[in-house]
């Protein structure tokens, strides 16, 4: 055997080691879920079941059906939302970056500050606004904050991926004197579907995932959303249930099938955060 | 067509510039009718014991995360780049895996992991390995905190660098390689120094979506009032709901100005290079 | 030096359902010292064969040989690239971007762990011959063009390889250095007596550096030789076209002629065909208002459409009077107005004619 394929086999050896590290969390919120609650707490957390027994789940079920439907309304919405409207916002500034630069620039900066800033930060004028707004405590708070951080957040995505589009094209059209919104529904659109796709998964991921958001801005249990939900089943610092594990799961599984179908997406769009990252 | 978009990150805007205005005030618990005191709150909070571990583990999860994720995510990306694609495009998705997943789960998957008795510490003793008390000391707690967060963040950097590798001409490595540089010549010779870009990338988010963490060291640390774990975020938080508002505004206001003082820079960086590809 | 022989090299690609024959069973042999050119219309294969004797692509079928000795074979990489004593120049010269020339060109040399001082005895004569001395503390982005090919060749050469493969080393540069780039790669060739192996879609390249050459169309090798044989005596009109210039066009085969229009080429052989090609080079024809040039038969009147000029020739454009769609490019010594009516002749023994598939008859 040739050195170079010894060579290979040690970095895949070493790839696979540090991946089934990666792998443990994943794999023990999977197995003890199926235990029932004296295995869970008498067997270690690395070890499988001895019984497979799904009581936990049913347990679990009744009390995070209603977070995880008041998810899926939060998240579909908001994700669609935003992504629709940050790509109309990113066309925007694709057009005119290189007309007002200043303007792109500035525009760029404040999609960039709201992606990124530490949204905890805003915590109490957002409270305040929404409990003058009367969107305290209720679904149209919740997108509406979500939309605060998430539109921009599209923005910047699909700002990344609009410029795959030649320039020329967009402005052939225009030369043609279409307006910007048939260019943008006719020429943009159908060009960008896979950033699209991109952005708006990973924007559903990340609304899906948001635990803060839900936290401060509802307080009756009917709107609680899953990552919230799923608190309420550990009896606080490390008291071991299996019906924590089974929470965990019912409040992970969206997201990690939606990773493991359409990760490629999701992918694309955490990429797309550092300026497209293509080739990988 | 960019009204709804401009709309809402007005509001952010708008937030912000409400922060400000509240942190100047002497809002809180005991002053329930605000008066205008300057720099008044900030002077307060910088006398606060909360506020400088708060400070300290802040700098501490960031910083740290930078120190150990950009080499880990290096060391990692080297190894994947020379494997074939399909391998190297699963190992990044399991490296990825965390970020999928809300944080308030993952925190609470370690929790258990963390347990003296039937967590990870059953597997060190069973391999005849020292065990670690996890979340029963000070020091340990920071640790374990930091352990989930090189776990979920170091995918970000492992991608970062990957794509700046990939994005090194081919035919500069086999250039290298009929030069005979081994496998380590063309990592350190050829793909980092021309991996700027890399390193720029994944710098700024690992800084950025730990300066933020919230949900980690609230499952974790059991609230936000667990003292090892506090960070800025988590004590504005915890300020918040003790009711001492401007307190709360004005730490919100340094965590704005000190995230903005990266994100800006960045932003021009991206547009620069992503957007307008000068 | 060394000896490369090719056997059957085979490479397909699968891309998905897509599968391209890059190399199809080609076949070719390169002795110590000699220089081959591998000319071929875009996409044709050429890189592809060219990676593969340099070990960066796995055959899929067939075997190379180094001196006699086995570096390819099916499917496996026998020697591998760097240790076959090889040097490449990319199409982009794939120079390290952090690195200056100088560390550009030492590269190889620190590889093989050789002294510093040897290192630097090295790049100082290499970049000497080359002429780029001055530019040696700078990085590839701050460098001409032609400088930056200058020090690929160096950094291929300081190693002192025992084959040289060049992939269209020229393509990047300005027409004007490119010359005086062709003549340095031959001299160094020939005082090394370097074993190199030339790729270029440009006939001006093969004719400047290699012996010999094989012509590549869609992956196989339609034709081996000497170059000015393959540039006199192309097997197709495909191939003569490769090799520089020709205008072809379609005529009547008459009894003593083959009828062009209004032009007449003198023609007594029998051919089964009642229409041909006619192949000939620009340099095989003149104009004139003479009726009688030395050498040279006179077939007839034509327009001038278009006249030109470039590198030190004037080049026109001209039609029979009777079909101003049949065009032919000549050669001129001479400015001569467009609109001006002449006699145009050929030489009769460089005209080729092909059948209506392009295979050379005659
Ligand atoms: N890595 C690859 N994967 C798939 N197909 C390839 C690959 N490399 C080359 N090909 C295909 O093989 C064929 C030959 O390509 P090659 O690069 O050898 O042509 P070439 O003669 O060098 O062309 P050019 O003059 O444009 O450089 C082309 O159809 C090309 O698309
Ligand atoms: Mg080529």
């Not at chain 2, 980092?192 to 950025?208: K, Q």
């Not at chain 3, 690195?99 to 100082?124: G, Q």
């Not at chain 3, 009077?321 to 050669?331: G, P």
Request: charged share 15%.
């Amino acid at each position: 055997m040739n050195s170079r394929l010894i060579k290979y086999i040690i970095l895949e050896i070493i790839a696979i080691i540090i991946a089934i590290f990666w792998l443990i969390p994943l794999y023990s919120m999977l197995i003890n879920g199926f235990k029932t609650n004296f295995e869970a707490t008498a067997t270690p957390v690395l070890f499988p079941p001895k019984v497979f027994t799904i009581s936990s789940y049913i347990t679990v079920w009744g009390e995070m059906k209603r977070p995880l439907i008041n998810s899926i309304i939060i998240a579909i919405p908001v994700a669609f939302i935003s992504t629709i409207f940050g790509e109309m916002a990113a066309y925007f500034f694709y057009v005119t970056s290189e007309r007002m630069p200043a303007v792109s620039n500035t525009g760029f900066s404040i999609i960039s500050l709201a992606t990124f800033i530490p949204y905890q930060a805003t915590l109490l004028p957002l409270i305040e606004l929404e409990a003058s707004w009367g969107l305290f405590n209720s679904y149209q708070g919740l997108i509406f904050a979500l939309l605060i951080f998430y539109m921009p957040t599209a923005a910047l995505l699909m700002s990344i991926f609009i410029p795959v589009i030649p320039k020329y094209l967009i402005e052939a059209a225009r030369i043609d004197k279409a307006s910007d919104w048939t260019v943008f529904w006719k020429v943009v659109f159908p060009l960008t579907i896979p950033g699209f796709l991109a952005t708006m998964i990973f924007v559903f991921i990340e609304s899906w995932n948001n635990f803060f958001m839900p936290l401060v801005l509802t307080s009756s249990p009917s709107l609680r959303l899953i990552p919230v939900a799923e608190r309420a089943f550990t009896g606080g610092y490390g008291t071991l249930y299996n019906d924590s594990y089974a929470a965990a799961v019912i409040a992970s599984i969206v997201p990690l099938v939606v990773f493991i179908i359409l990760g490629r997406y999701f992918i694309k769009g955490l990429a797309a955060l550092g300026g497209g990252a293509k080739g990988v | 067509m960019a009204i709804p978009t401009l709309f809402f990150s007005g509001v952010l805007l708008y937030l912000v510039a409400w922060n400000i205005y509240l942190s100047f005030l002497n809002w809180s618990l005991v002053s329930r009718i605000p008066k205008f005191v300057g720099f008044g709150t900030y002077s307060y909070l910088l006398h606060q014991y909360f506020f400088k571990i708060g400070a300290m583990h802040s700098a501490i999860f960031s910083l740290g995360l930078i120190a150990i994720g950009n080499p880990l995510g290096i060391f990692l990306a080297g190894i994947l780049y020379f494997l074939p694609n399909k391998f190297r495009t699963l190992m990044v998705s399991i490296f990825l895996y965390p970020l999928a997943i809300s944080m308030a789960t993952n925190g609470l998957i370690w929790t258990w992991l963390f347990n003296l008795h039937l967590g990870v510490d059953y597997a060190l003793r069973l391999i005849h390995l020292p065990t670690i008390p996890w979340l029963t000391t000070p020091t340990t707690t920071i640790g374990a905190l930091f352990l989930v967060e090189i776990w979920a963040y170091t995918g970000l950097a492992v991608l970062f660098y990957l794509a700046s590798f990939m994005g090194v001409d081919k035919s500069i490595i086999e250039a290298a390689r009929i030069d005979k540089a081994g496998g380590f010549k063309i990592l350190f010779k050829i793909l980092i120094p021309n991996s700027m870009n890399g390193f720029i990338v994944s710098t700024a988010l690992l800084f950025l979506f730990s300066f933020r963490l919230f949900s980690l060291p609230y499952v974790i640390g059991g609230g936000p009032t667990n003292l090892n774990l506090m960070t800025l975020v988590t004590y504005l938080y915890y300020l918040f709901y003790s009711e001492f508002f401007s307190a709360s505004a004005a730490t919100s206001v340094i965590v704005t100005v000190v995230a903005t003082a990266v994100i800006i820079p960045y932003a021009l960086y991206g547009i620069k290079r992503w957007i307008r590809r000068e | 030096m060394v000896k490369v022989k090719v056997k059957d090299l085979t490479k397909i690609f699968k891309k998905g359902k897509n599968i391209v024959v890059a190399n199809d069973k080609i076949s070719l042999e390169v002795d110590d010292g000699a220089t081959f050119g591998i000319l071929g219309e875009s996409g044709g294969g050429k890189t592809t064969l060219l990676r593969q004797i340099a070990g960066l692509e796995i055959p899929t079928d067939g075997y190379i040989y180094f001196d006699e000795k086995v570096v390819s074979a099916p499917n496996k990489i026998i020697v591998e690239p760097e240790n076959r004593n090889i040097s490449l120049v990319f199409q982009n010269w794939a120079l390290y971007p952090n690195m200056t020339i100088y560390d550009n060109i030492a590269f190889p040399l620190k590889n093989i762990k050789m002294p510093k001082s040897e290192i630097d005895k090295r790049v100082t004569e290499i970049s000497e011959t080359l002429n780029i001395k001055q530019v040696l503390k700078h990085y590839p982005r701050e460098v001409s063009g032609g400088q930056m090919q200058r020090a690929a060749l160096a950094r291929a050469l300081v190693k002192n390889p025992k084959l040289l493969l060049l992939d269209e080393p020229f393509s990047n540069l300005d027409a004007q250095i490119r010359d005086s780039a062709r003549a340095l790669v031959r001299k160094i060739q020939k005082e090394l007596s370097l074993t190199t192996i030339i790729v270029s879609h440009d006939p001006a390249d093969i004719f400047s550096i290699a012996e010999d050459a094989g012509v590549i169309v869609r992956g196989k090798f339609v034709q081996i030789g000497n170059v000015s044989e393959l540039y006199n005596n192309p097997i197709s009109e495909t191939v003569s076209k490769l090799l520089g210039d020709i205008n072809t066009v379609e005529g009547e085969v008459k009894e003593k002629a083959i009828v062009i229009g209004n032009l007449a080429i003198p023609f007594d052989k029998k051919i089964d065909l009642t229409e041909v090609k006619v192949g000939i080079r620009p340099e095989d024809m003149r104009i004139s208002q003479a009726e009688i040039i030395k050498n040279y038969v006179n077939i007839g009147k034509v327009k001038v459409k278009v006249s030109s000029y470039s590198a030190g020739i004037f080049k026109l454009i001209v039609s029979p009077i009777s079909d101003e769609s049949i065009e032919f490019s000549v050669n001129s010594e001479t400015h001569i107005r467009s609109g001006i009516e002449a006699f145009l002749f050929i030489r009769p023994e460089k005209m080729k004619l092909f059948d209506s598939n392009g295979n050379r008859i005659m």
